[in-house]
């Protein structure tokens, strides 16, 4: 109707305004019906994302797990997720899109601090603070849950370390300035107790101690 309109001479440049109005409304309207259609799906069938990470004393779903838990359902419903980050003074906007093929889009906001731990330098500080940002973002989007990580206490199912064993990886730790949330997160274990007996040798080398120390 529009194309018929515009070759037609006769046709005053309000109206064809207004019918371009129309238009836009009207594939606004299905651009949205149809995110909406596909996001119900999509929810139907995401799982809950691993909680891998840990950290004071607690478990939780790092960003790459919430990633590799939905990119697979993403991309079969075409949905695409993209964040961008916006330097404020003092603070950092982290905003996650959700967006779908047909060209609606959502999206969420964030702002945060530097994540000023005791052994993080700056550039440490802001991209611990963007992990946590899309992290957020991401779950807050999708509406999805955590769960803990069966993978994790796998891992941990045989010997773990004895009590000597744990005072020198403390002491290791300590001494070499580590970060022991960092260090425990690294071995997917919740507390250093947790290290399987074969990883000792192994993770008293990472410190920087030889095998025989």
Not at 97 to 125: C, F, W, Y
């Amino acid at each position: 109707m529009i194309e018929r309109a515009a070759r037609d001479p006769n046709v005053d440049i309000d109206k064809m305004e207004r019918l371009f109005g129309m238009q836009s409304m009207a594939a606004e309207r299905h651009a949205r019906t149809a995110f909406l259609a596909a996001f119900a799906q999509l929810q139907a069938e995401l799982p809950a994302a691993t909680r891998g990470g840990t950290g004071h004393n607690s478990k939780y779903a790092r960003f790459e797990d919430v990633i590799s838990a939905v990119r697979p359902h993403l991309s079969s419903h075409g949905f695409s997720l993209s964040f961008r980050t916006v330097n404020e003074p003092g603070t950092i906007r982290i905003i996650g899109v959700l967006g779908h093929r047909d060209g609606h889009t959502e999206q969420t906001d964030i702002v945060l601090p530097a994540d000023a731990g005791a052994s993080k330098n700056a550039v440490q500080a802001w991209g611990s603070s963007i992990s946590y940002g899309k992290r957020y973002v991401a779950l807050t989007l999708l509406g999805i849950a955590t769960k803990d990580d069966d993978d994790g206490r796998k891992a941990v199912a045989g010997p773990t370390i004895s009590q000597e064993q744990e005072d020198k990886l403390r002491e290791a730790i300590e001494a070499g300035g580590r970060n022991l949330p960092k260090f425990c997160e690294y071995f997917r274990i919740e507390k250093l107790s947790d290290m399987p007996a074969d990883k000792f040798a192994g993770a008293m080398k990472l410190i920087g101690v030889p095998r025989n120390g």
